[in-house]
């Protein structure tokens, strides 16, 4: 690392650590968003509020006409109480324990370079996001119209969400998320002691019918090359040991990488829950709230972003992943729209579990994805897009 490379580190490092601190919720990034703005304005930037003022976008002109390229980066955390013991640990009940202190850091480093050195046709866009995980920020942003204009879209996600190596870039053309859908299946049946349960219909003994029954989706309708996950995480029914309950509730998500097979499985959830349920006399009902689409990478932009890492730091810190991960991350929607990369940067820290309560990530490895996303906007408006 030479020093105008060690400046740019002690620089992001400097910004995560600061946004470390003050980790904030959903749309609610009043502190986040204000920070983030305050340094862009630092950089010679002016930035406009979006997303109802939890976002925020800003361009970046080049010397002469051209394309338009996007940057993204996630600003929101979780509710999560920190547990790290680091040193500029939040201290507000939430945590950034899913690297989105680092995306932030990462784009604002790569925005520095960006407006250091404006040598470059067009203009790159800065997307700084409210709310990925799971409120579907996104949405908010192109319906505010960020996308306007826009050419192509770039972003990666920190941490270690593959088994690579730290400091490697793992790209993938295609589908690289699965899609992500929410469910609440609720079975009724009708409540009795539980000396004589056979006066009423345990919504229990249906739901553990059900569950079963559902599991097989995976094992015996569904082809094992096509990736599928389907979970049921919360199941409350009852509150003694001697009564049967009217009611159970199950909650849970899937995930799938094909759309076909998304709206396939989701009817047959439907069916299986109303069938079980009938034959074991109770009433099941299933709903679902859509989630996230797939993340699906453009062929000609993931080249090029794997071809400036590969330049920029060696063929050994780059990889070209075979499967998707089955996370899902709502970059899907700008991609959807636009052609584009996002890429997995593996930076893990002391602990790699992410949405764990001692997450963190090897920031001293940051300043590496500044340089890669304003290489990538470069080579994209320079031309090598086409």
């Not at 060690?6 to 986040?32: C, M, N, Y």
């Not at 547990?83 to 690297?99: D, Q, V």
Request: aromatic fraction near 6%.
């Amino acid at each position: 690392m030479d020093m105008q490379q060690e400046k740019l580190s002690q620089q992001i490092i400097g910004w995560r650590r600061a946004l470390h601190r003050i980790p904030e919720v959903g749309f609610d990034l009043v502190q986040t968003t204000a920070y983030v703005e305050a340094e862009l304005a630092k950089l010679g930037i002016r930035a406009e509020r979006v997303a109802g003022g939890a976002g925020l976008t800003a361009d970046i002109e080049g010397n002469a006409p051209g394309k338009t390229a996007a940057l993204r980066a996630d600003m929101d955390a979780l509710p999560i109480r920190e547990e790290t013991g680091l040193p500029f640990a939040s201290e507000n009940g939430n945590m950034h324990a899913c690297g989105h202190d680092g995306h932030i850091a990462m784009l604002l480093g790569a925005a520095a370079l960006l407006a250091g050195n404006r040598n470059f046709p067009g203009k790159v866009r800065l997307l700084f996001q409210p709310a990925e995980e799971n409120l579907g920020g996104a949405k908010n942003m192109v319906a505010d119209g960020v996308l306007r204009g826009v050419d192509a879209v770039f972003g990666m996600h920190a941490g270690l969400l593959t088994d690579a190596a730290p400091g490697t870039f793992s790209f993938k053309s295609g589908v690289l998320t699965a899609s992500f859908d929410r469910f609440d299946i609720t079975i009724r049946g009708a409540g009795s002691h539980g000396a004589r349960p056979e006066d009423g219909v345990d919504p229990i003994v249906v739901s553990a019918s059900v569950i079963s029954a559902l599991q097989t989706l995976a094992s015996r309708e569904h082809r094992a090359t096509d990736p599928y996950v389907f979970s049921i995480g919360s199941i409350h029914g009852g509150e003694t040991y001697n009564i049967i309950p009217d009611e159970v509730t199950l909650k849970g998500c899937m995930r799938a990488c094909c759309e076909e097979t998304r709206e396939r499985l989701k009817a047959r959830v439907t069916e299986i829950v109303g069938g079980v349920c009938a034959a074991m006399r109770a009433k099941g009902t299933v709903t679902f709230y859509p989630g996230y689409l797939s993340a699906v990478n453009d062929a000609k932009c993931t080249k090029l972003a794997h071809d400036k890492a590969a330049e920029l730091f060696g063929e050994d810190s780059t990889e070209w992943m075979e499967q998707p991960i089955m996370v899902s991350e709502d970059v899907s929607e700008y991609l959807a729209r636009v052609p584009g990369c996002f890429w997995l940067y593996a930076t893990p820290g002391a602990c790699c579990l992410h949405h764990s309560s001692t997450f963190d990530i090897d920031e001293t490895l940051l300043w590496r994805g500044s340089v890669l996303m304003d290489a990538s906007a470069r080579a994209f408006l320079a031309g090598s897009g086409d």
